[in-house]
């Protein structure tokens, strides 16, 4: 009978240490509509998503571009205390009409961060690894060659495996038609170089 208890209560700890370290790698394509670190119907990383206001700020760099431009996504959280353990973001129309992530995230990514295919190849990112004490990430964003309109830039942080924030949003952010200049597209990248760098202007 001992034994017997025994063998559940290891079988218990070992269920629960696998449960809440799921993912270190990314989140899984599963993860593309409702973006919760874990399925939704299990309450995902072993908690329930935070119901407070995410510590952490998005901001886009420049606020709108022309086709064929790109944007620079950065989020960073609102103190050194508030850092990044883990991340999905991607692209969505504005107005919410579609669950689906648009555009792509440039092959420029930071240490421990991959792209994760949803409704197409880049249209997200997500982290690779855990990103340890990371309290700012930058990315750098191109929308489809012939899209216009609106969009809203749609991320998920976990702080650590208990504590996460999902579906948080940025302001709308906007594409008009027009011929982007090289300068204009090669300016998230110049900025993102220039920020690593430490250099300010």
């Avoid at 431009?69 to 353990?85: E, F, H, L, P, Y």
């Amino acid at each position: 009978m001992t034994c017997h208890i025994l063998l559940i209560a290891i079988l218990v700890v070992v269920s629960k240490s696998v449960y809440v370290e799921c993912y270190p790698s990314g989140a899984p394509i599963g993860a593309c509509t409702e973006m919760t670190p874990n399925p939704a119907s299990s309450g995902g990383h072993g908690a329930t998503p935070q119901n407070s206001t995410a510590p952490y700020t998005i901001t886009m760099v420049p606020t709108s571009i022309k086709t064929g431009q790109s944007v620079t996504v950065t989020i960073a959280g609102n103190s050194n205390a508030d850092t990044m353990q883990g991340m999905l973001v991607q692209a969505r129309a504005a107005d919410g009409s579609s669950n689906s992530a648009v555009g792509t995230f440039s092959d420029t990514l930071p240490p421990n961060v991959t792209h994760l295919t949803c409704t197409t190849a880049k249209a997200a990112v997500t982290h690779s690894a855990r990103l340890g004490n990371l309290t700012t990430i930058s990315l750098i964003w191109t929308p489809a060659s012939t899209s216009t309109g609106n969009v809203k830039f749609w991320y998920t942080v976990v702080k650590d495996v208990p504590t996460f924030w999902v579906k948080q949003t940025s302001g709308t952010f906007s594409i008009t038609s027009g011929s982007a200049m090289v300068m204009g597209s090669l300016m998230p990248m110049i900025l993102m170089m220039m920020t690593a760098l430490r250099i300010t202007v």
